[in-house]
T-cell receptor
Framework: DAKTTQPNSMESNEEEPVHLPCNHS???????IHWYRQLPSQGPEYVIH???SNVNNRMASLAIAEDRKSSTLILHRATLRDAAVYYC???????????FGAGTRLFVKA | ETGVTQSPTHLIKTRGQQVTLRCSSQ?????VSWYQQALGQGPQFIFQ???????GRGNFPPRFSGLQFPNYSSELNVNALELDDSALYLC??????????????FGPGTRLTVL
């Protein structure tokens, strides 16, 4: 099973950048790194994914280490609405059993 | 484009009973996965269906079973309910499980309480 390790919680001030780390030392060459977040009382929602290169979208940026054993989700300006649990998972094709860890609970202070 | 919907929103059952949870996939998606999320934990994979066939299963006993219908909607059935089955049950649909880039779209979940 491909597992990831994340800090239990992090805290940020509103309008400041947030860097959420994830370790995935057992990643294989074809695994994609996906990030989801779960807002209170909702199902998880997709944030971003990548393989080797850094990725940007309207929600966040994903920085992937050169050896791919770790990655960092970057929220450029945290808002109160970004308070959620963030999950880093490894994605494989063909019915791979997606494994979610406990994720990182992000607290955003006004 | 309609998102993933689940019904019911909340459900209370007693130990030993059976329950059926329903999920309507996002339009065009042929794969559905079910997850169990206990309070304070991440979602745990139960199983996945692709075109009406079970395609992968997590560490859940056989009393957890599922169905996917030709319109790609899905059911999760749990027999002989136990207190530990109390959790949020999430379904997620996706378009192309064969790909590592496949993105899952989650429903809001069904909160099951077993008394």
């Amino acid at each position: 099973d491909a597992k990831t390790t994340q800090p239990n919680s992090m805290e940020s001030n509103e309008e400041e950048p947030v860097h959420l780390p994830c370790n995935h030392s057992t990643i294989s060459g074809t695994d994609y790194i996906h990030w989801y977040r779960q807002l209170p009382s909702q199902g998880p929602e997709y944030v971003i994914h990548g393989l080797t290169s850094n990725v940007n979208n309207r929600m966040a940026s994903l920085a992937i280490a050169e050896d791919r054993k770790s990655s960092t989700l970057i929220l450029h300006r945290a808002t109160l609405r970004d308070a959620a649990v963030y999950y880093c998972i490894l994605s494989r094709p063909w019915g791979f059993k997606t494994i979610f860890g406990a994720g990182t609970r992000l607290f955003v202070k006004a | 484009e309609t998102g993933v919907t689940q019904s019911p929103t909340h459900l209370i059952k007693t130990r030993g009973q059976q329950v059926t949870l329903r999920c309507s996939s996002q339009s065009g998606h042929n794969t559905v996965s079910w997850y169990q999320q206990a309070l304070g934990q991440g979602p745990q994979f139960i199983f996945q269906y692709y075109r009406e066939e079970e395609n992968g299963r997590g560490n859940f006993p056989p009393r957890f079973s599922g169905l996917q219908f030709p319109n790609y909607s899905s059911e999760l059935n749990v027999n002989a309910l136990e207190l530990d089955d109390s959790a949020l049950y999430l379904c997620a649909s996706s378009l192309w499980y064969q790909s590592s880039t496949d993105t899952q779209y989650f429903g809001p979940g069904t909160r099951l309480t077993v008394l």
